[in-house]
C-alpha cells in the first residue's frame, strides 16, 4: 500500500482545504476588504479547526506558533494550545501496520503484544510489547497515508503562511515554509529517526542522569520504529514535585538539550512535554528524535558570538552574528529590533543569580515582546530569517515552555557557562564529522 498515493493527498487536500479555506479568506478579507472580523475569535476559531483536523497540519501550526513575529499576537497564542494527543487507531489498523512492516508472522517477535496503543500523536502511535527474551518494547506504528497527508497539508502551508504574510507583513516566509517541509518529510522516516537515536546516546552517554531508548534494528523499517521501553512518569507530574526535584529535572534536561548543540552542533528541535518522562529511578528519559537538526559550526559560533555581544555592548560583534546566522544585511537598525527578542531569549542566561526562567511565570512578557518585535518589523516592511533560525528559535522556545511548567529556579548562567566554556568550531567541527560518519544517515 503506497503511503504517498494521489488519491490520499487529494482526499486529504479537499477535507483540509473545505475546513481551512473559507477562515483563512476571512482573514485576507477583513485585511483588503473592509469585512469585519473579531480577530481573538477567529483565532481560536481557526485553532479549534486545526485541533479537530489533527494530523501533520496541526504539527506544523504548533511550530508557527513558536517562531516569533510569524503571526499575530493572538494566534500564536491559540496555536500554542494546541494539544498533540491524537486518539489512537484501532486493533484492525495495528494489525495490517505490523503485518506489512514485519511480514504474516509478525506476532511471533513477540511473547506479549499490547492491543491498545500507550500514547498517541500526529504522526503515530506507540504500542508496548515485550519481546521474546523478556525484555520490554516500545513499537512507535505510522499512521496510514501519512505521506499523503503531509504533502496535502504542505500545499495547505503554503496558502496559510501567504495570507499571514499579506496580512501582518513583517516575515517574508519563504524560508519558513523551506524548512518546515524538509523537517516534516524526514520525521515520516523512521530508519532515520533510528539513527538519530543511535546518535543522541552516543552524545549523551557523558550523562549519567539522561536515557535514550535502544533501538531494535531486526524490528525497524520505514514506519514501524521499534525500541526498549523506558517505564517514566510524565514530566508535567512533577509539576507539584519538591522544588529540588523540579529544578533536577530541569538542570537535567537543559544539560541533555545544550550539549549536543554547543559539542556537536547538533538540535533536537521539539523539545515538548511528551517527548520526556522522568524514570523511578530520577533519571531524565529522551523519548523521541523525529526532529533534529544539523548546524554548521560557524552558525555556532554567531548564537554565541551574539551573546557575548549582549555581554559586552559590542554592536558590531552582533551585527556579524546575525551575518553569520544568515541574514541578509542585516543594518544596525535591523539589529536592534531582531535584539529586542533575541535579549529576551538570552536575558536568563545573562543574568548571574538563582531565578525562574520568567520572573512572572506567565509567558505574558514574551508576548509583549513578540508584539512589538512583530509591529517594528512590519513598519520597516518586513524581513527574511534565515532557515537555521527556525528550529533553533522553535527548540528555545519550547524549551523554555517547559522550564516555566515545572517552575524552575536555577542560576541559567552558570549552567550555560560550564557547558561553553571549551567551546571551539575546530573542535566542534572535528566531533560533528566523527559522529556524521558514523551515522550516515544523518546529514547537515
Request: aromatic letters at 10%.
Amino acid at each position: 500500500m503506497s503511503e504517498n498515493s494521489l488519491t490520499g493527498r487529494l482526499k486529504r487536500y479537499t477535507h483540509v482545504s473545505a475546513a481551512v479555506g473559507g477562515l483563512m479568506a476571512r482573514l485576507v478579507g477583513d485585511q483588503y476588504l473592509g469585512v469585519s472580523l473579531k480577530r481573538p475569535q477567529h483565532a481560536d476559531d481557526l485553532k479549534k479547526t486545526l485541533g479537530h483536523l489533527k494530523g501533520p497540519l496541526m504539527k506544523i501550526a504548533q511550530i508557527l506558533a513558536t517562531v516569533p513575529d510569524m503571526l499575530p499576537p493572538e494566534y500564536a497564542t491559540a496555536f500554542l494550545e494546541l494539544q498533540s494527543n491524537a486518539p489512537s487507531m484501532g486493533w484492525p489498523f495495528v494489525k495490517r501496520r505490523m503485518q506489512a512492516e514485519l511480514g504474516q508472522g509478525w506476532q511471533s517477535h513477540f511473547e506479549r503484544f499490547e492491543p491498545t496503543a500507550s500514547a498517541a500523536a500526529s504522526l503515530g502511535q506507540v504500542h508496548k510489547a515485550e519481546a521474546r527474551d523478556g525484555r520490554l518494547l516500545a513499537c512507535k506504528l505510522q499512521y496510514p497515508e501519512m505521506g499523503s497527508a503531509v504533502e496535502a497539508d504542505l500545499s495547505q502551508l503554503k496558502f496559510i503562511l501567504k495570507s499571514f504574510e499579506m496580512v501582518n507583513g513583517s516575515l517574508d516566509t519563504g524560508n519558513l515554509q523551506a524548512e518546515i517541509a524538509d523537517r516534516l518529510r524526514e520525521e515520516l522516516d523512521y530508519l532515520q529517526e533510528a539513527q538519530h537515536m543511535k546518535l543522541f546516546k552516543e552524545m549523551l552517554g557523558v550523562f549519567s542522569f539522561a536515557e535514550v531508548p535502544t533501538v531494535m534494528d531486526s524490528l525497524t523499517t520505514r514506519r514501524l520504529l521499534t525500541m526498549s521501553w523506558l517505564e517514566g512518569e510524565k514530566l508535567l507530574s512533577l509539576r507539584d514535585a519538591p522544588q529540588e526535584v523540579r529544578n533536577e529535572a530541569s538542570t537535567y534536561l537543559f544539560k541533555a538539550w545544550y550539549y549536543p548543540l554547543y559539542h556537536y552542533g547538533i538540535l533536537h528541535g521539539d523539545p515538548h512535554l511528551g517527548n520526556y518522562s522522568w524514570s523511578p529511578e530520577g533519571k531524565l528519559n529522551l523519548l523521541d528524535f523525529g526532529c533534529i537538526r544539523i548546524f554548521k559550526p560557524s552558525l555556532i559560533q554567531g548564537v554565541l558570538d551574539l551573546y557575548k555581544s549582549f555581554q559586552t555592548g559590542d554592536e558590531d560583534l552582533a551585527v556579524e552574528a546575525y551575518r553569520t546566522w544568515g541574514f541578509t544585511d542585516p543594518t544596525k537598525d535591523l539589529v536592534k529590533v531582531l535584539n529586542l527578542w533575541a535579549k529576551f531569549l538570552y536575558e536568563p542566561l545573562l543574568d548571574d543569580r538563582v531565578r525562574p526562567l520568567d520572573e512572572n511565570y506567565s509567558g505574558l512578557k514574551g508576548q509583549k515582546v513578540a508584539g512589538a518585535v512583530f509591529d517594528e518589523l512590519k513598519r520597516r516592511g518586513g524581513v527574511k530569517p534565515p532557515r537555521e533560525f527556525v528550529f533553533m528559535d522553535r527548540a528555545a522556545v519550547g524549551l523554555g515552555s517547559v522550564f516555566m511548567h515545572l517552575k524552575a529556579q536555577l542560576n541559567w548562567h552558570q549552567l550555560f557557562e560550564e557547558l561553553i566554556k571549551d567551546f571551539s568550531v575546530p573542535v566542534l567541527e572535528a566531533r560533528q564529522n566523527e559522529v556524521l560518519t558514523q551515522y550516515c544517515n544523518v546529514s547537515v
